[in-house]
């Protein structure tokens, strides 16, 4: 070797020890090794074929999720119609499955579930399909059949499949099914078919436990409505028939503008001002939220971008969905739209509610910890009902006490007694406090004895539209000075 060559092996040695550092800090985030990495066969730290197969697989069961169920779907009901046979899918859900997760823990709980996914493909024929779309919802896939009777004995080994009792950590759990059935051709297109099993599951979780119904005609009414509103959504998403309401937060002493909390409201074409109680829960059952979420997001930074440029400086809150929560992409996202419209990472808090908590305890954590460095705000919703933890309010920066709180602090001294145990313990971990659902001054006076922090409802204010806020901050501004 010349010297010119040497002197090339040093310039570059330098560029090459960088590339080789680089690597390997990429594949330690990914969990591969360096030999997986350069083997045969993976032209990437993930060839192709294992990112596709980690998108279409249920992370917890290692069962096909929604997605891949979908797509196995839509291949056997084109095999179906071509060779004019008939499929059935039965819609599988545990019987009070969330006492489970109360009385054990979710660790408890998810082991359950992964031996449940176990039994539930030990149950089915090698040509039928198991997978999981969610919590504690399976669905089954079953081809090759001739009558409604050559369902039965499968969904019934299916039932029985799971009445042995379960143990773990000494524990021993039993548990039970409802399942509801729909058979192609005759109950619909994918769309319809999925839709009628849920409606057939709900009848058959009403006659009691470890029970299984057939979709009939008297249960097409309500699945028609469902079919009806999902194709609704989607269209909505199509027209942007979507809009986003926002309601103040106002301090407790200045009554000065202190944020507001995005609400979206759905513009039907014919039905008018449609509210999310009505909408929402379709909208998760067909797997829609994380659109709807991604619009009320990017809606929000429009309309920050907007009135920043008007000189108003303000913190809008956005309610996050269980289903976006578990988006391991959420939090670059959102950074991404921030920095897209030029924004600070401070003016958008996300509120959660202490059951995506509860549910998922170690992925909440690392979502809080992303939330944290991106240097943005995350509020507890809800606060007071169901099952709120304690425990995780150190994660978050403000604690809204639910309307079952508020509604109640003027009709007796418990509650009275009990809201104030609340914020004082909120203020001990240097929280804001928030009392949403006030009304009343008889309930604002209360809140600000209690030295509650800020205070929502229609009493200083009603959901004003994007067009009307900038007028009702300005408003708001002029009066304070």
């Known amino acids: 070797m010349g010297n010119f060559e040497y002197l090339l092996v040093w310039i570059a040695l330098p560029a090459l020890l960088l590339l080789g550092l680089l690597a390997a800090h990429a594949c330690k985030k990914l969990g591969l090794s360096l030999h997986h990495l350069f083997s045969p066969g993976n032209s990437g730290p993930h060839s192709h074929t294992e ?17 891949a ?6 291949a056997a009901i084109t095999r179906s119609a071509r060779q004019e046979s008939m499929l059935a899918v039965a819609f599988i859900d545990l019987d009070d499955f969330k006492p489970i997760n109360d009385a054990y823990g979710h660790h408890v709980g998810d082991e359950v579930l992964q031996i449940v996914a176990k039994r539930l493909g030990a149950a089915m024929r090698h040509c039928d399909l198991v997978g999981r779309i969610g919590g504690d919802e399976f669905l089954a896939l079953i081809e090759d059949i001739k009558s409604d009777q050559d369902i039965v004995p499968i969904v019934e080994r299916i039932i029985h499949s799971l009445q042995d009792a379960i143990h773990i950590n000494h524990h021993e759990i039993t548990i039970s099914v409802s399942v509801g059935i729909a058979v192609y051709p005759k109950d619909g297109d994918i769309d319809r078919l999925l839709i009628s099993a849920d409606s057939a599951m709900y009848h058959a979780k009403g006659a009691g436990k470890n029970q299984f119904r057939f979709y009939d005609k008297e249960m097409g009414i309500a699945s028609d409505r469902l079919l009806e509103m999902h194709q609704d959504l989607k269209l909505a998403l199509k027209r942007d028939e979507f809009e986003l309401y926002f309601q103040p937060k106002v301090d407790s002493k200045s009554f000065e503008i202190t944020g507001i909390e995005a609400l ?19 909208a998760e059952r067909f797997g829609l939220m994380d659109r709807i979420n991604q619009w009320v997001i990017e809606e929000s930074c429009r309309t920050l971008h907007r009135l920043r440029s008007m000189g108003i400086q ?21 950074v991404e739209l921030l920095n897209r419209f030029d924004l600070p990472h401070s003016c958008l808090m996300f509120e959660i509610t202490s059951l995506m908590a509860l549910n998922h305890p170690e992925q909440f954590n690392t979502k809080m910890d992303e939330f944290r460095e991106a240097g943005i705000d995350i509020a507890m919703d809800d ?26 602090i003027s009709e007796d001294r418990k509650s009275y007694e009990m809201t104030d145990a609340l914020i004082r313990l909120a203020h001990a971990l240097d929280l804001t406090v928030v009392a949403e659902g006030i009304e009343t001054e008889a309930q604002s006076r209360l809140f600000r004895q209690l030295n509650c922090d800020m205070l929502q409802g229609y009493l200083f204010g009603r959901p004003v539209s994007g067009e009307k806020l900038p007028q009702l901050l300005q408003q708001a501004r002029n009066a304070v000075k």
């Open 264 to 282: 979206i409201r759905w513009r039907h074409p014919v039905k008018g001002s449609i509210l999310p109680s009505v909408f929402i829960h379709a």
């Open 69 to 74: 169920f979908k797509q196995q779907l839509e």
């Open 51 to 67: 990112l596709n197969r980690i998108a279409m697989t249920d992370a917890l069961t290692q069962l096909p999720n929604r997605r």
């Open 383 to 408: 606060f007071g009902i169901s099952n709120s933890s304690i425990a995780y309010l150190k994660k978050v920066r403000q604690l809204k006490l639910d309307r079952e709180i508020t509604g109640k």
């Open 314 to 334: 303000v913190q809008i809150s956005i309610n996050l969905a269980a289903q976006q929560f578990r988006d391991p992409n959420l939090v670059a996202n959102i």
